[in-house]
């Protein structure tokens, strides 16, 4: 066998150069932030805002596939804690990192500073926000971008000129605080529409001459709130990575007179598809191609609309302009802006849902079946009075001691150990109806999964308190993308449905919809060791109940570091 070594040889050093040239290309991305608060006027008003560095939204983290992204966060806020969730991404070896108060870490006390370190080991779009409290609704988000690595087997099927991003958001006046008073308050005050809706951090309230006026503090003149210009060169092919960081609402995002071909969602590669609209729910992302091929001497709206709820809030509109056309970038376009498809058009929105299935070339193969599933029935319930959000009649609560420090330390007090309902009553279940007994319980135990196995999780969506009324839930899973292997609308049946599954090419997703009163159905392997939130990205309805936990193969999770310590229960207690 002596004629073989010498390529073996070569193929030894091959092996050794290029993973040398690999391990050169990835970088370690560090940022330095300090969380503060200032008055901004996103949409002319002035307000209030949790900014980064002074700024709303936060800067865009870019970093390439492989790389390690270290933010150090300085808390300047004085009086409020802060966590930061990385949105997308998994925290694989890193599950201290995810950011989630009270499942992963004590919130970052005013004055303190806390590091997070973590890999970024896949391409796509993502985004990062606030996990504490309602902040995400107080201005603290932001996008990230990983790009492939070049020549890379996640290099992008497709190809473009140029790129452009697009970070979605609605906008309250009220202050988070008064926002989560209302909603722990018996009778709830309800957050409300928002009064504004931004693109990239800018918007216009509508009744800004009116507030102006009254002696407030709005004024429609302000660079600060004057509309993003997205610019285009005639003939070429652009990339828009667009994202919801949203508080509530779903949206639906156009760009008026050119179609947008989806490619991407939540950082995997999309079978092509053409739409004018695209509706994005909170916590998604999608990248659109669009070709700069229309008339370069007149400016189009970009549009978001509110879907799903009955819209309270203005279009929210930017510009795209072409480059060397005879219109100035600023000049606003010479139509209305579009108002997009009816707001309670379910199907419409339901059937874009199902069109969004895996690129040909990038099919993950999700395992043929589940070692376990879990049916969560999604309700509206009162605890004593107070109106909550349930699974399985079970509101969760955050406990004052994260998981991941309680299991690791084996503080068992420190929640509640009974494991939530696997299941509810299915087959007897009105979903179009209301509850004739609205009571349910509040716990904050979690589920714990075997390390390895494969689990179904199945969302029912059904009636809520008051009566014909179900809304769209966008369902987030942290540590983990999922299969999104089914949807309907009606009642799920466990000894119909899974037949209809789509094992072939399911998207992987780390975000989905639950369309009113219809279920979703999505799989995904707990091989991720640490304990990870799944909830409603809503962010009051997760503040009011929304979510569950999953523990797996914690015991595989190494040292904690010490910074994500120091809040409830601690060892010797
Ligand atoms: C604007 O002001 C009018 C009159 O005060 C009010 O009816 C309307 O709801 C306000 N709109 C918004 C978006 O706040
Ligand atoms: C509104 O903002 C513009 C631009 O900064 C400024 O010139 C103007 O004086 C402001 N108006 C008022 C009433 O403050
Ligand atoms: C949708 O809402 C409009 C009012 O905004 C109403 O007129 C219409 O009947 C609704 N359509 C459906 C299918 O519920
Ligand atoms: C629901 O709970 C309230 C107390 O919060 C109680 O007064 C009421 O009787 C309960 N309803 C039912 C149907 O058990
Ligand atoms: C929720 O709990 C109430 C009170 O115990 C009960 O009447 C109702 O059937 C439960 N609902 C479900 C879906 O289990
Ligand atoms: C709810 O819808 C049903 C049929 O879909 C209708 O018969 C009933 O009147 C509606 N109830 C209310 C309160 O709108
Ligand atoms: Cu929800």
Same mark, same amino acid.
């Given at each position: 066998m002596g004629w073989r070594r010498p390529p073996l040889l070569l193929w030894c050093l091959f092996l050794l150069l290029s993973s040398a040239a690999s391990l050169s290309r990835a970088a370690t991305r560090h940022h330095e932030w300090e969380i503060s608060y200032q008055f901004r006027s996103p949409d002319c008003a002035r307000k209030l805002a949790v900014t980064i560095n002074g700024q709303t939204p936060g800067p865009t983290i870019r970093a390439t596939q492989g790389d390690t992204v270290v933010v150090r966060v300085k808390n300047s806020l004085l009086t409020e804690n802060v966590a930061i969730h990385w949105h997308g991404i998994r925290q694989h070896g890193s599950p201290?990192?995810? %950011?989630?108060? !009270?499942?992963?870490q004590c919130p970052v006390l005013p004055g303190d500073t806390f590091t997070y370190t973590f890999a970024v080991d896949r391409p796509g779009t993502y985004m990062y926000h606030a996990?504490? %409290?309602?902040?995400?609704?107080a201005g603290l988000n932001g996008l990230i971008v990983v790009e492939a690595?070049?020549?890379? @087997? *996640?290099? =992008?099927?497709f190809e473009y000129d140029g790129e452009h991003a697009v970070l979605l958001n609605d906008w309250w006046h009220a202050s988070t605080y008064e926002q989560a008073a209302g909603l722990a308050s018996v009778p709830m005050v309800w957050v409300g529409e928002p009064q504004s809706l931004l693109i990239n951090g800018r918007g216009r309230f509508a009744n800004c001459s009116a507030v102006a006026a009254a002696g !407030?503090?709005?004024?429609?003149?302000?660079p600060e709130c004057a509309p993003p210009v997205f610019a285009v060169v005639p003939g070429k092919t652009y990339r828009f990575r667009v994202a919801s960081v949203t508080s509530l609402s779903a949206l639906n995002f156009e760009i008026e007179g050119h179609q947008m071909t989806v490619v991407e969602a939540d950082g995997h590669y999309v079978k092509p598809f053409v739409v004018k609209n695209l509706n994005i729910y909170s916590g998604e992302t999608y990248s659109v191609l669009i070709k700069a *091929?229309?008339?370069?001497?007149r400016n189009y709206w970009l549009a978001s609309n509110v879907v799903?709820?009955? @819209?309270?809030t203005p279009t929210g509109t930017a510009v795209l302009s072409y480059y060397?056309?005879?219109?100035? @970038?600023?000049r606003p376009p010479p139509t209305t802006p579009p108002t997009g498809?009816?707001?309670?058009?379910t199907m419409y929105r339901f059937r874009q849902s199902v069109a969004t299935v895996a690129h040909q070339a990038h099919i993950q193969t999700p395992p043929p079946r589940a070692d376990r599933t879990v049916l969560l029935l999604n309700t509206q319930n009162r605890i004593n009075g107070a109106i909550k959000w349930a699974l399985n009649n079970v509101s969760f609560t955050l406990p004052h001691t994260p998981y991941l420090v309680a299991m690791k330390s084996g503080?068992?007090? #420190?929640?509640?150990q009974r494991p939530p309902p696997?299941? $509810? #009553?299915?087959? !007897? $279940?009105?979903?179009y109806g209301v509850q004739k007994n609205q009571n349910a319980t509040a716990s904050d135990g979690l589920y714990r999964l075997q390390f390895g196995s494969v689990v179904d999780v199945v969302l029912q969506n059904a009636n809520m308190l008051a009566p014909n009324s179900s809304e769209t839930h966008p369902w987030h899973l942290h540590g983990h993308d999922f299969w999104v292997l089914g949807y309907g609308i009606g009642r799920f049946d466990p000894a119909v449905h899974? #037949?209809? $599954?789509?094992?072939?090419d399911p998207i992987l997703k780390n975000t989905v919809a639950v369309h009113p009163y219809g279920w979703t159905a999505l799989r995904f392997k707990a091989d991720n060791p640490g304990v990870w939130a799944f909830h409603c990205h809503i962010e009051a309805h997760f503040f009011m109940g929304m979510g569950i936990v999953f523990e797996e193969g914690? =015991?595989?999770? !190494?040292k904690l570091p010490k =910074?994500?310590? %120091?809040?409830g229960m601690t060892k010797g207690h």
């Open positions: 201290w990192s995810d %950011g989630t108060e !009270g499942v992963t996990h504490y %409290g309602m902040q995400r609704s690595a070049a020549g890379g @087997p *996640d290099a =992008e099927p !407030g503090a709005c004024n429609a003149s302000l *091929d229309q008339d370069p001497n799903s709820r009955k @819209p309270g060397g056309g005879r219109s100035s @970038p600023r498809p009816s707001w309670n058009d503080l068992l007090a #420190a929640f509640d696997e299941t $509810y #009553a299915h087959q !007897g $279940y009105d979903i899974p #037949a209809s $599954y789509n094992l072939k914690v =015991e595989r999770v !190494g =910074e994500i310590m %120091g809040c």
